[in-house]
């Protein structure tokens, strides 16, 4: 089984989970948070902030990219690009390659909770903590402050709970916590 993350390193201290957890093999600092895959490439957002890329069951490569935990993670349709969510409330684009980062959105005031690519590549939304969705120039990580704008926008997935598709499943609930997750079937 592949390492993900080093025994040394300290968890994140700001809210993460590190009870031990008997299904864990690698200890409390060794929790994944969030994972996507691009083929048989993985891509592993740790609890202290790294994204790990394992390919053919071997680290390839790992970038610390925050202080603090990595919540939500999604690739690209092209396979080009990851885009990762922290709980220091920024969606980081970065390169599938070799993790470099490509642009930052920082327009969210909580911890990102999930992401969501455009079928072109070209924009991000994504929701945070906060219930606020967001949407972000996947190229420049500027903040797009009309989402009337993206109606017709083809999504690659449907993963952000709060978005134009499942404004009905909130009906009268003014407690979004009942709801965790959400994912748009691709017959639509």
């Known amino acids: 089984m592949t390492e993900i993350c080093s025994k040394k390193e300290n968890p994140d201290k700001n809210g993460a989970s590190t009870q031990p957890d008997a299904r864990n093999k690698f200890g409390q600092s060794q ?83 999930a992401i969501d690519w455009s079928c072109d590549n070209c924009f991000t939304r994504s929701v945070d903590g906060a219930y606020e969705l967001l949407l972000h120039d996947a190229a420049t990580g500027e903040h797009k402050n009309s989402p009337s704008e993206f109606l017709d926008t083809q999504w690659a997935s449907g993963t952000c709970k709060i978005m134009w598709e499942t404004q009905g499943c909130f009906d009268g609930m003014v407690d979004y916590t009942n709801i965790n997750t959400v994912d748009i079937s691709s017959d639509k």
Not at 46 to 53: H, I, P, R, Y
Not at 69 to 98: C, Q, R, T, Y
Request: net charge positive; hydrophobic share 35%; proline share 1%.
């Open 31 to 113: 929790y994944c948070r969030a994972i996507c895959s691009i083929g048989d490439c993985h891509f592993y957002g740790t609890c202290a902030g790294e994204v790990v890329k394992v390919e053919n069951g071997q680290v390839a490569c790992r970038k610390m990219i925050s202080k603090r935990w990595i919540e939500a993670m999604s690739a690209s349709p092209d396979g080009s690009k990851i885009a990762v969510g922290d709980h220091d409330s920024k969606v980081k684009i970065l390169n599938a390659s070799d993790l470099s980062e490509v642009a930052c959105g920082k327009a969210h005031t909580s911890f990102i909770t």
